[in-house]
């Protein structure tokens, strides 16, 4: 059965999203690729009478799902040299080196993910986004660059671990202060080296998120029977509301500004206007940003309140990036943010913050397939035509067709076609998907700051 097939047996796309519990846009990505992720066949089947056999697969019609390589087969013996293990979704076991903390009584389990960056994995794993998910680095040599305590995006690691092809590697940067193994052991977070990270993401890429579990245990022992349990059980990321664990629990003032060599950070000691930064799991170097486009920043808790972010008289207020599902962060941030923008404040928002301001004006997000993370993702500008090259860190997307009329979009994913930033043809408030902050990583997209400056600074 083709897509379309499928799509006319049960009466058109809407009513195979809801069956999916998934939005449109997926079924508009599902017709383009011709191809329906497995983790919604049995649905499907459910409703139609179909059999497995009568599944689009991935990529090809008809097609059943790609046979796992070699590395994804149910090994149960510990093969020679093997200190750790990553077990999958489905019982399947990825051996390789420990490094890091072992396992001992917390074993890791998230949602596994991949990136593509080549560079700045210190600053990802300190991503509050990516809390609740375990990394897959493709880029094979990391280590390279050491850490510092300058790059830090959060005051500890936001992952719950790592996965690498090639063992750590020495550092060798000028900056770099301490041994990324030695780090990570500070922080009390594990990785594993030596996985196929390559037949990794093909699996992510075909079969979607992963549930994994991470074993590295001190006494060599490994209990494969409790990693399976645990990650069958673990509900993943959809319904889960993260960023009351991510952000602060007190409001604070920043005024550091962004890195530049040689002299590092700066300080903004003569802003001109005066912004609310509500920390659904705000990145460091977005605030750096926001003080170096000339703004006082006034950080506060996720949970804050309309009453709680106006009674700063902020002249804008900007909803920062963060992790989890946005559909339950909404029971709290929605109403905030309706109340400001009833207030005729302006606001700005990236990534998390571009999904609740969309959820703010009524329209739907959904959990994609694979998601969007790394730093070379194409985005284009609607409104001029330009392709700007993005950093991204996102499994949620908000569904276009739910937008209301008075939300218009002005950026789409060239990778997937969508959704990217909206604009409110109504009120002061605009946002976007991706990380105009990037750091390192593509600077085409800072003038998103200084537009909310000219925003910010029109009369009202």
């Known amino acids: ?90 019982g399947s076991v990825l051996w390789g080196r420990g490094f890091g903390a072992p396992t001992n009584d917390i074993v890791p389990v998230g949602e596994i993910c991949f990136n593509t960056a080549m560079t700045g994995y210190q600053e990802t794993l300190t991503d509050p986004s990516y809390a609740g998910q375990i990394i897959t680095f493709t880029f094979p040599h990391i280590g390279n660059v050491g850490t510092n305590s300058e790059d830090l995006e959060a005051t500890s690691i936001a992952a719950r671990g790592l996965v690498v092809s090639q063992d750590i590697t020495e550092p060798a940067n000028w900056r770099a202060t301490q041994h990324l193994d030695a780090w990570l052991r500070a922080q009390n977070v594990t990785g594993i080296a030596g996985v196929d990270t390559r037949a990794l993401t093909i699996r992510i890429r075909d079969r979607g998120p992963q549930t994994g579990v991470l074993l590295f245990p001190a006494n060599g022992s490994f209990d494969l029977a409790y990693a399976r349990t645990r990650a069958a059980e673990w509900p993943g990321l959809e319904g889960m509301d993260l960023a009351k664990t991510v952000s602060c629990t007190q409001s604070y003032e920043w005024t550091e500004t962004e890195w530049v060599f040689p002299t590092g950070t700066g300080k903004q000691t003569t802003p001109h206007h005066h912004i609310v930064a509500v920390d659904y799991g705000a990145k460091r170097n977005i605030l750096r940003c926001l003080a170096s486009a000339g703004f006082r920043v006034t950080v506060v808790p996720a949970t804050s309140t309309t009453e709680d972010i106006l009674r700063h008289q902020p002249d804008g207020v900007f909803l920062s990036n963060g992790p989890g599902d946005p559909a339950a962060t909404a029971s709290y941030a929605v109403p905030a943010i309706q109340g400001v923008m009833a207030a005729g404040v302006p606001i700005f928002g990236i990534c998390l913050g571009h999904q609740l301001l969309a959820r703010a004006l009524g329209a739907k997000t959904f959990k994609m397939a694979r998601g969007h993370r790394g730093a070379n993702q194409p985005v284009k500008d609607l409104d001029t035509g330009k392709v700007e090259i993005t950093s991204q860190n996102h499994g949620f997307a908000v569904d276009t067709d739910t937008l209301p009329k008075t939300a218009r979009v002005t950026h789409i994913s060239l990778f997937d076609g969508s959704n990217e930033g909206l604009t409110c043809t109504n009120r002061p408030a605009f946002s976007v998907q991706y990380h105009p902050e990037a750091s390192p990583g593509p600077a085409d997209s800072h003038y998103l700051f200084h537009r909310f400056a000219e925003m910010v600074a029109r009369p009202r």
């Open 1 to 90: 059965m083709t897509v379309d097939q499928i799509i006319a047996r049960l009466g058109g796309a809407e009513t195979l999203a809801q069956l999916t519990n998934v939005g449109t846009e997926a079924v508009r990505k599902w017709r383009q690729t011709h191809a329906i992720p497995p983790r919604h066949w049995s649905a499907i089947i459910a409703v139609t009478g179909f059999s497995f056999s009568d599944m689009p697969g991935m990529g090809i019609s008809g097609a059943p799902p790609p046979t796992p390589s070699p590395h994804m087969q149910d090994k149960d013996a510990t093969p020679p040299g093997a200190t750790a293990a990553l077990v999958l979704q489905g």
